[in-house]
């Protein structure tokens, strides 16, 4: 069986010399991984960049859960995000605690919707989007189901829950706009993880988180 879906690239990791296992999050399988045949090094440099928004063809094959992708095509150009380097440290963390948080498998409803209109939503902003990784990361727990509210985002805010708590009432706009040192958005950003990884009970290690504390230092 063949079917067309709309693939959001998490991850890609090399499988033999020209294959590629594809880490994804599918609209119409959730957190899936794929794989991808006769992969060249422009695909990786392009199709394959974190956050990329792609349509494809799945075979789904009955005797392995590692079902094949093949005809590949970007749906967006996403060039506000590759242009901008501080957009593309964004875009690397947000994949990455994606590609983390999201256990293989998992499927929930209106996830891969919400994950498009974010990435689109990024790549559109010309300003003011300092704020956003923790904005995402908070709308993230929501669209998972752990609906973070002032009183159970206490006990981890601690003397950060004043602005935390802006974050989790503002709006999008104008939680864009909340004034905060580098060392007061890594906090911010730290207090989140600490709170995804208390409802999924995982550690979560994000590789690029110190790359987005360098840049916005």
Not at 92 to 113: D, H, I, P
Not at 128 to 144: G, T, Y
Not at 145 to 165: D, K, V
Not at 201 to 206: E, K, L, Q, R
């Amino acid at each position: 069986m063949i079917k067309n879906t709309g693939l959001i690239v998490l991850h890609s990791t090399r499988f033999g010399e020209n294959s590629t296992v594809l880490h994804t999050l599918s609209k119409e399988y959730g957190r899936r991984s794929f794989l991808v045949r006769g992969v060249g090094k422009k695909a990786l440099t392009t199709l394959f960049l974190p956050l990329t928004i792609l349509e494809a063809d799945i075979i789904e094959n009955p005797k392995s859960n590692l079902y094949t992708a093949k005809n590949l095509s970007s749906v967006h150009s996403l060039i506000g995000i590759r242009s901008d380097i501080y957009k593309n440290s964004i875009s690397m963390f947000m994949a990455e605690v994606l590609f983390r948080v999201l256990k293989e498998g998992t499927y929930e409803e209106g996830l891969y919707q919400w994950c498009e209109h974010s990435i689109l939503l990024l790549d559109a902003l010309e300003s003011d989007f300092s704020n956003f990784p923790i904005r995402f990361l908070l709308e993230m727990a929501v669209v998972m189901g752990f609906s973070p509210s002032s009183e159970n985002m206490m006990p981890f805010a601690g003397n950060s829950f004043g602005l935390m708590n802006r974050f989790l009432t503002d709006s999008f706009s104008d939680s864009m706009l909340i004034p905060l040192s580098g060392e007061k958005r890594n906090e911010l950003l730290s207090i989140v993880l600490k709170y995804l990884e208390y409802h999924i009970d995982s550690p979560i290690n994000i590789n690029s988180l110190s790359v987005l504390r360098s840049i916005f230092a």
